[in-house]
């Protein structure tokens, strides 16, 4: 995560709860500046092995930015064997049971809280992987200001299908300003899904692609993984904090 900088104010984190739309107790991370003074909130979504040390310093090093976030456990309802896998086939295996109505409502949850304990009205979202895919479909609510999409699929895999889940193309068109990073050769987003979402956003300047030629699936967030590239780490981030100071 080294290619995420750190900016200029102190920051501690915290292991929190917070309530579901339906009641359900929510670990979470939340990040702050020291001082209490926090510029704006991110909501953010971790890949799909969700809460862990890797997000701990992350969201510490976006609140050295100024920022307050807040990253909600993904498969807080999830029986134990799969929240306590260590595997990630085991998780996959458990997406088509998830309910949007309830993952992106903890978004939202993890938003109002922000507003309630950090005092920030400006709050974007951002998210890895199935997090990327779900702040694609968060984009789309009118809860946050802005949202940036890493490596998200644009189309639900085959196997991730459910009931209650819900395809992130069929909204984007009426997602805030969203930018959203695709690597080259992610066969989790295919370029055939890259060019669909570029035609949905053509008439959206306030929406942007940035494809890295040559990058494989999760190339930015996990530096522990072969895919790991830090030159486009490092771009990709500086982007992002620029986007969300816009």
């Not at 929190?16 to 359900?24: F, H, L, M, P, Y």
Request: proline share 7%.
């Amino acid at each position: 995560m080294a290619e995420l900088h750190e900016g200029h104010r102190d920051a501690a984190i915290e292991r929190i709860t917070i309530t579901g739309v339906d009641g359900a107790k929510v670990d979470a991370i939340h990040a702050a500046p020291l001082d209490g003074i926090a510029d704006a909130g991110i909501v953010l979504h971790p890949d799909i092995m969700g809460v862990r040390p890797l997000f701990d310093d992350l969201c510490r090093r976006l609140a050295t930015h100024g920022y307050a976030v807040c990253a909600p456990e993904p498969f807080a309802r999830a029986p134990d064997d799969v929240r306590n896998a260590e595997d990630p086939t085991t998780r996959m295996a458990y997406v088509s049971e998830l309910d949007d109505d309830l993952q992106l409502g903890d978004l939202t949850r993890a938003g109002d809280y922000l507003e309630e304990r950090d005092g920030v009205s400006d709050v974007s979202v951002l998210g890895f992987c199935m997090g990327g895919m779900q702040t694609l479909k968060a984009a789309a609510t009118a809860e946050f200001e802005r949202a940036v999409a890493f490596y998200g699929m644009i189309r639900l895999p085959q196997d991730w299908r459910g009931p209650r889940l819900r395809e992130p193309l069929a909204t984007a068109k009426d997602v805030c300003a969203t930018l959203a990073f695709f690597g080259g050769d992610d066969p989790w987003t295919p370029e055939a899904d890259i060019d669909a979402l570029r035609r949905t956003w053509s008439s959206r300047p306030d929406c942007e692609i940035v494809v890295y030629l040559g990058a494989d699936h999760g190339f930015v967030h996990a530096p522990e993984r072969p895919a790991h590239r830090p030159d486009a780490a490092a771009d990709a981030w500086h982007r992002t904090l620029e986007f969300l100071s816009e």
